[in-house]
């Protein structure tokens, strides 16, 4: 008995006849297949797709046609692309490569052909998300960082402007995190830093919500789909959560406490007065009143 719970990887399989590549394949991955062009670019659009077999001759379009209408879309475009085709024809592959293609397989199908060259893609993939994954992490606490930081928050603004909902952002601060390394070492402040991550962490549960260091002492927290009621509520939270947790080290126990600066807005088109650097400004000048009117506080922009 297969006792591996690690999740397969999904394969779509947009072909006319998709049988005998799912026959194939599905002992190694998860199967989803289409008969056309419009249902394969559909399904590719509503489900999670690790990666995409793409006839080339569908009925209701060519193959070249999906693949340019696939990285066309935000949602689509970095799925890896394997075309299959019986034609012997050497333009119609360097097209497809040329296009962002990253392999050609020909029929008649050699099964384990197939299953090498599909598992060399599935690898790569599992790679670069990894890479990636490491990129946009924070190495000493494990939250996001910086970078990933500005990549969701242009993806969350951007969402709320279409959808026309609420989104919130917290900007956060240990209070006198200076002094606390100049008095016990940077090591226990790393301490305290990734005890602090684990509060935010453990406070803003939602899978939508996002948290991440901003760098040094500093942490931000996306909320999307959150008024701002809803944003002085969890801010609230964390800055009574942080305070009342205890930072470890040596044998010996201490507490911090935190500043936060919040906002709310439904962000507007791209010719409102208020964009996305207006409204990060916004947060961080509450974050400042906050620390300047006494510390371990909430203020609202």
């Excluded at 790679?127 to 500005?150: A, H, K, P």
């Excluded at 962490?201 to 701002?228: C, K, M, Q």
């Amino acid at each position: 008995m297969d006792t591996d719970s690690t999740p397969k990887n999904c394969i779509l399989i947009i072909d006319n006849e998709p049988l005998m590549l799912s026959k194939i394949l599905s002992p190694h991955y998860l199967i989803k297949s289409a008969r056309n062009g419009e249902t394969g670019l559909l399904m590719a659009q509503k489900q999670d797709v690790d990666l995409i077999v793409l006839d080339l001759g569908l009925e209701d379009m060519t193959g070249h046609d999906v693949l340019a209408a696939l990285k066309e879309s935000e949602k689509t475009k970095g799925i890896p692309v394997i075309f299959v085709t019986g034609s012997p024809a050497m333009g119609n592959e360097i097209r497809a490569l040329t296009n962002g293609a990253v392999d050609y397989i020909r029929k008649p199908y050699v099964a384990e052909i197939v299953i090498l060259r599909i598992g060399i893609h599935v690898k790569l993939l599992t790679q670069m998300r990894m890479i990636e994954r490491f990129s946009l992490t924070d190495g000493l606490t494990g939250v996001n960082n910086r970078r990933c930081f500005d990549q969701q928050l242009e993806i969350e603004w951007n969402r709320s402007s279409r959808n026309g909902t609420w989104l919130s952002l917290l900007m956060m601060d240990i209070d006198r995190f200076k002094a606390f390394n100049d008095k016990r070492g940077h090591l226990n402040g790393d301490v305290a830093l990734k005890t602090v991550a684990n509060v935010l962490v453990n406070t803003v549960r939602r899978g939508s919500d996002y948290v991440f260091r901003w760098g040094g002492e500093e942490f931000a927290i996306i909320l999307p789909e959150t008024h701002a009621e809803g944003a002085k509520t969890v801010a609230e939270n964390i800055r009574e959560n942080i305070a009342a947790t205890s930072i470890i080290f040596n044998g010996n126990e201490t507490n911090v406490t935190a500043s936060i600066g919040a906002s709310a807005i439904i962000p507007q088109s791209s010719g409102s007065s208020c964009g996305i650097n207006d409204f990060c400004e916004g947060v961080d000048k509450a974050l400042y009143r906050a620390k300047q009117s006494g510390r371990n506080r909430v203020v609202m922009a």
